[in-house]
T-cell receptor
């Protein structure tokens, strides 16, 4: 059964720093991996989707990498801003395309 | 950019009452989903819907739950007799297929008292 883990659970960094969020999954036979952002009490905003055949995807200051063989993905945020403060979630679909979610990393960017 | 919309944003109901959560998925999407997130816990899959029928459902989605796509735009989740443990944020999502990202609504916060 697929399990998704995110480390750290919380991260607080000064504005301007580059940072990396980690996501690991137990079953490497994934179809894709998706990173989401969740603001407090709000919905889930899709940030990046990486197909299993891809190594990375970029969107603006965000870069997500995927290493299927080791069961890991990272989300790199460059030049962090206070507006980046949110919870970041990763999710992978199981064989029925039900998303299996990590618990998220709560990111705080200090001005 | 088109988005998934959910109403209401917050619903308070008494235990045993029926609630209907409403969603308008993105118009050209074919796959529809409900997920929920109990406060402080992971997001959990409830049900997926394709071609006017349920394609998959989780153990959470018991006989108290039902989904409907009554017309070409709305997608609803009904809970017949709410329990305290149904209190959660309910998210609707839609997608074009397995190669495409899922798009989520802002959620409905359901509080059962």
């Amino acid at each position: 059964k697929q399990e998704v883990t995110q480390i750290p659970a919380a991260l607080s960094v000064p504005e301007g720093e580059n940072l990396v969020l980690n996501c690991s999954f137990t079953d490497s036979a994934i179809y894709n991996l998706q990173w989401f952002r969740q603001d407090p009490g709000k919905g889930l905003t899709s940030l990046l989707l990486i197909q299993s055949s891809q190594r990375e995807q970029t969107s603006g200051r965000l870069n997500a990498s995927l290493d299927k063989s080791s069961g890991r993905s990272t989300l790199y945020i460059a030049a962090s801003q206070p507006g980046d403060s949110a919870t970041y979630l990763c999710a992978v679909p199981d064989s029925n395309y039900q998303l299996i979610w990590g618990a998220g990393t709560k990111l705080i960017i200090k001005p | 950019e088109p988005e998934v919309t959910q109403t209401p944003s917050h619903q308070v109901t008494q235990m045993g009452q029926e609630v209907i959560l409403r969603c308008v998925p993105i118009s050209n999407h074919l796959y529809f989903y409900w997920y929920r997130q109990i406060l402080g816990q992971k997001v959990e899959f409830l049900v997926s819907f394709y071609n006017n029928e349920i394609s998959e459902k989780s153990e959470i989605f018991d006989d108290q739950f039902s989904v409907e796509r009554p017309d070409g735009s709305n997608f609803t989740l009904k809970i017949r007799s709410t329990k305290l443990e149904d209190s959660a944020m309910y998210f609707c999502a839609s997608g074009q297929g397995m190669d495409s990202p899922l798009h989520f609504g802002n959620g409905t916060r359901l509080t059962v008292t």
